[in-house]
């Protein structure tokens, strides 16, 4: 699991959509708290 700022994630969501797409789970932290995870979509496209 890979853990980003949300200031890294806004500039850097392209590669972290890349991330997940691979099945990577990524926490978004705000003030080193997390607030989200971004996680792959479960069903069809």
Do not use: F
Not at 12 to 31: F, I, M, P, S
């Amino acid at each position: 699991m890979k853990t980003v700022s949300l200031q890294e994630a806004t500039r850097d969501l392209e590669a972290l959509a890349d991330a997940v797409e691979r099945g990577e789970v990524v926490t978004v932290t705000r003030d080193g708290k997390p607030v989200l995870d971004l996680v792959p979509h479960v069903g069809g496209r």
